[in-house]
C-alpha cells in the first residue's frame, strides 16, 4: 500500500465515521437486514428501497468502529442507482481487495481506500459487516446475520 492512499484511507474512514452518510430509517424500505459482528460489537441495520432491479434508496442504522461504520457508509453510497445484480458482483470485488486478491481494483472506485484492511484480518469482517448485511437484505432474509456463520 502506498504512503497516499494510507492516508486517503485515514482520511476518508475518519471522515465517514464521524459524518456518516445514508444515516437513519428509511420509512418506504423494500428489503432490511440486520448484521452483528461479535468479534468487535459492531451491529447495523440495513434499509433498501429497490424498485425493478435497480437501489433506488440505501440507509443504515447502528454503531461501531470507525471502519464498520465508515463502510457501511460507503457501501450505500456507492448502492444507490446501482442494479442489485451489479451489488452482488461489487461486493465479491470487494471481498476479494480486503483478501488482498488482487490489493487493488479500479472498479471499486472510493471503495479502494479500504485495500489496506488486508494487512489487519481481524478488521476485515468490520469492513465487510455492511456487505454481508446489504446481501441479507437483497435476499430478504429474516435472520439476522453474523459475520461468524458467514466468513
Ligand atoms: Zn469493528
Redesign the pocket.
Known sequence: MTADLRDLYQEVVVDHSRRPRNFGPLPDASHQAEGF?P????RLNLYLKVVDGFIEDARFEGS?????MASASLMTEAMKGRRTTDAEALFSDFHAMLTGNPKTNPALGKLEVFAGVSEFPS?I???T?AWHTLQAALHAEVQPVTTESIA
Open positions: 459482528n468479534l468487535c460489537g459492531d461501531g468502529c470507525a471502519i464498520s478488521r469482517k468490520c469492513a459487516l
